[in-house]
């Protein structure tokens, strides 16, 4: 499988500041990127594809002011969580788009607000 | 509505077992099903995965089982080890098409020695 670096892998923060998560596509220069969030014990649910050069699209639901995705290049996307809260706490995960169109997941962010 | 269904929600199989998971789906137009494995505080690693031209694929102990008529496709574990336990989940997509993916609720699996 593609090799996928996600940072943090964890990460501790008060109520109302921000966290920035980065995801590197080491095999493969992406184009889109995949974020999803997984609460405990459920499945993953994407949150937002980001395309290099332009404006993410987030799913029904996700508020795009709260997590801020960029894009910048084609190995590296970064979820920003603004003025985080104890219910943004979760699993982050991200997912570049392969060439062939497989889903590779990076090792994934536990974001913990307390 | 869901998209893929998985069952059951946990399992539990004596050491050198067979494990089997169930996924079902609706939409026709799926034409790639991949299974994930993870473990706690890990992202899924693709475990491996069928397209619908087949009914079957096999990759070491691990078995696709498609059932394109029936909608359906399961995952066999053979020889089941305790460092198969984790969660495991089915997914489907249609590749061409900006690679959205549906998947299904997981299974916890636990092996026991």
């Known amino acids: 499988g593609a090799v996928v670096s996600q940072h943090p892998s964890w990460v501790i923060c008060k109520s109302g500041t921000s966290v920035k998560i980065e995801c590197r596509s080491l095999d493969f220069q992406a184009t889109t990127m995949f974020w999803y969030r997984q609460f405990p014990k459920q499945s993953l649910m994407l949150m937002a594809t980001s395309n290099e050069g332009s404006k993410a699209t987030y799913e029904q639901g996700v508020e795009k002011d709260k997590f801020l995705i960029n894009h910048a290049s084609l190995t590296l996307s970064t979820l920003t969580v603004t003025s985080a809260h104890p219910e943004d706490s979760s699993f982050y995960i991200c997912?570049?788009?392969?060439?062939?169109?497989?889903?590779?997941f990076g090792e994934g962010s536990r974001l913990t607000v307390l | 509505q869901q998209q893929v269904k998985q069952s059951p929600q946990s399992l539990i199989v004596q050491k050198g077992g067979i494990s089997i998971i169930n996924c079902a789906y609706e939409?026709?137009?799926?034409?790639?099903f991949p299974w994930y494995q993870q473990f706690p505080g890990k992202g899924p690693a693709l475990l491996i995965a069928?397209?619908?031209?087949?009914s079957e694929k096999k990759e070491g102990r691990f078995t696709i089982s498609f059932n394109k008529s029936a909608k359906q496709f399961s995952l066999h574990i053979m020889d089941s080890q305790p460092g198969d336990s984790a969660t495991y989940f089915c997914?489907?997509?249609?590749?061409?098409?900006?690679?959205?993916?549906?998947f299904g609720t997981g299974t916890s699996l636990t092996v026991i020695p």
């Open positions: 997912s570049p788009g392969s060439p062939t169109g497989e889903l590779f």
């Open positions: 939409n026709t137009a799926f034409d790639y």
């Open positions: 069928i397209r619908p031209d087949v």
């Open positions: 997914a489907a997509s249609t590749l061409n098409t900006g690679n959205q993916f549906y």
